[in-house]
T-cell receptor, first 116, second 113 residues
């Protein structure tokens, strides 16, 4: 069965430091997409970054990068130079196949708190 | 460009009632997806609409339905409300069907008493 695991319920990071949020996934499908979303306390989900299973390079979007290790089935999110506004819940998600929403599953989330 | 809007933002209903939630996507976006978020089950996909047709459906009972209009606006309906339907309902839009980059609205928080 497909599954997303985020083992860190809560994390703290000092402002301006880098932080890695862990995500491991389980699927037998060869084609899938991995996503990270941010959800501030306001409730709105914000798309951060996408990685396709066949992408050769790790995805990057500004201060966000995805450390994709296919053999280990991990897709960790790295946030560089943390800012106070980064405090939020972060969700890892997988869609398999990548264009199909009905197979999307989300992890339980990691609560990140950035300390001044 | 205006973002995704959802109305109402908050709603209180009682068991057995029905409710309709509305979502207006970003201008030009043709795909609208709905998600349910609860503390117990987390985030779950409900359905996706594209060009007025339901393209994908999650594992929810038939009490949950939706539709999309020609202007891409979408409504979600839940009939015979149950206490377990209390949740944050999120709507997201993207340019095309199955788009990677989805833009989410602020959500509608439904409380069923």
């Amino acid at each position: 069965a497909q599954k997303i695991t985020q083992t860190q319920p809560g994390m703290f990071v000092q402002e301006k430091e880098a932080v890695t949020l862990d995500c491991t996934y389980d699927t037998s499908d060869p084609s899938y997409g991995l996503f990270w979303y941010k959800q501030p306390s306001s409730g709105e989900m914000i798309f951060l970054i996408y990685q396709g299973s066949y992408d050769q390079q790790n995805a990057t979007e500004g201060r966000y990068s995805l450390n994709f290790q296919k053999a280990r089935k991990s897709a960790n999110l790295v946030i560089s130079a943390s800012q106070l506004g980064d405090s939020a819940m972060y969700f890892c998600a997988m869609r398999s196949p990548p264009t199909s929403y009905d197979k999307v599953i989300f992890g339980p989330g990691t609560s990140l708190s950035v300390i001044p | 460009k205006a973002g995704v809007t959802q109305t109402p933002r908050y709603l209180i209903k009682t068991r057995g009632q029905q409710v309709t939630l509305s979502c207006s996507p970003i201008s030009g976006h043709r795909s609208v997806s709905w998600y349910q978020q609860t503390p117990g089950q987390g985030l779950q996909f409900l359905f996706e609409y594209f060009s007025e047709t339901q393209r994908n459906k999650g594992n929810f009972p038939g009490r949950f339905s939706g539709r999309q209009f020609s202007n891409s606006r979408s409504e979600m309906n839940v009939s015979t409300l149950e206490l377990g339907d209390s949740a944050l309902y999120l709507c997201a839009s993207s340019l095309g069907q199955g788009g990677n980059e989805q833009f989410f609205g602020p959500g509608t928080r439904l409380t069923v008493l």
